[in-house]
């Protein structure tokens, strides 16, 4: 599982330095066009917001991987380990349920709605395929999830029969 996790940190940083490289061209290229040629164009505006957004949702499904996302643990540190890891391994569960409930399905359905409109700045892009961010960001999400509470689950077993837990992640 380890291994797996592994790759699929490396694919999501791969697609994270792409996107933010290919926004540095796109942004560079639209302050060039607007000052030096005197007309940004729209597209290069409209690809830019899409990317910002695609970026965000990938490096925010990263971070997640590594345990980085936003935590206020003064209730949680002040337990005992093994509630500390029971509730550690509940809000993964709370948080499983909402990355396959809103983002998978809730943006897999935004998809098919939206699939067969045009940007208006691009009309060669689907307003669905922008989209596709929230359920692929979903997927990768609802993986680390499954993935933490594996790694608790056993930290849990660990605390239980004596063992001193192990922080993974």
């Not at 290919?22 to 899409?50: C, D, H, M």
């Not at 925010?60 to 500390?84: Q, T, V, Y």
């Not at 979903?138 to 029969?161: E, H, Q, W």
Request: hydrophobic share 55%.
């Amino acid at each position: 599982m380890e291994t797996i996790k592994r790759r699929v940190d490396q694919i999501l940083a791969f697609c994270c330095i792409f996107l933010c490289g290919l926004l540095t061209v796109i942004v560079t290229w639209q302050v060039v066009a607007r000052y030096l040629f005197n007309s940004p164009g729209a597209q290069s505006e409209e690809l830019a917001k899409i990317l910002f957004v695609w970026l965000t949702l990938f490096a925010a499904a990263l971070l997640f991987g590594e345990k980085g996302h936003m935590n206020i643990g003064i209730l949680s540190d002040a337990l005992p380990a093994r509630w500390n890891i029971s509730l550690q391994i509940l809000s993964s569960v709370l948080i499983l349920i909402f990355c396959v409930a809103i983002l998978v399905l809730g943006g897999w359905d935004a998809v098919g709605r939206t699939m067969r409109q045009t940007n208006a700045a691009m009309p060669f892009l689907t307003t669905g395929q922008i989209y596709m961010a929230l359920p692929i960001c979903g997927l990768f999400s609802s993986f680390y999830c499954i993935y933490n509470i594996i790694v608790d689950v056993k930290r849990l077993a660990a605390v239980k029969s004596g063992a001193s837990p192990q922080q993974e992640g």
